[in-house]
């Protein structure tokens, strides 16, 4: 049964599997994404099934669904506060492209190349994600727990919910969150423990840059939003990933 399900043609099963969650998803009360989220995460469903099958559909659905609940966690107290995501978390296509975007071009890209190009390409596609789950991690949980948050740039207290303020509760969660993501890639065989090193070290560097582009650009360009900045935030995890791939292989051909 399972090897004439994963015979057939990889692009017909991503359209079948992905309308049968749509489905899903639709019909059940409490809802993680709005209608047009839905739609535009079938898309992206879509697109990670047909280039990477299931683990790379693994990763992604990991990352939104831990995603989601960490998104929730001390919402009321968020909500009191304004610091909260808009509709309480729910998801919209802005939302899901500026976390996949990155991703699904490092996924589509794996179509055209062969090895070892296309597993600097697979590294990049998990350290994207790996970068997004530490940034909503370590932001989700900093607004919650954070007990002193201090503006990256300055380091001077600033409130919880200020555009590029770091806490130490908020980062240990975004490391923890870095790392897990990257042990499901490496459990699907998508990268191996090295590859995890590497994501987690990236999605550190990627993080704390989005937070300086918080505190330093977003609030001087208005076409700088929250999305835009997810968009370049896991862009630079997925660079920073291949980069340490590539200068950790050229130093260990020089060394021998």
Known sequence: MLSTFYSLNPWLVAVGL???MLAIAFSLPK????????????VLGVIVWGTLGFPGYLVVMFYFLVGSGVTRIGMAQKEAEGIAEKRSGMRGP????GSALAGTICAIATIF???PYRELLVLGYVASFSTKLSDTSASEVGK??????FLITTLQPVARGTEGAVSLEGTLAGIVASFA???VACGVGLIDLFGVVLCAIAAFIATNLESVIGATLQSKYTWLTNEVVNILNTLIGAIAAILLALAWRWFS???V
């Open 94 to 97: 802005e939302n899901v492209w």
């Open 253 to 255: 051909l020089n060394l």
């Open 18 to 20: 992905n309308t049968v």
């Open 113 to 115: 190349v062969a090895s």
């Open 144 to 149: 919650a727990y954070g007990k002193r948050t």
């Open 181 to 183: 993501i990257a042990f």
């Open 31 to 42: 809802k993680l994404l709005t209608p047009a989220g839905y739609l535009h995460a079938w």
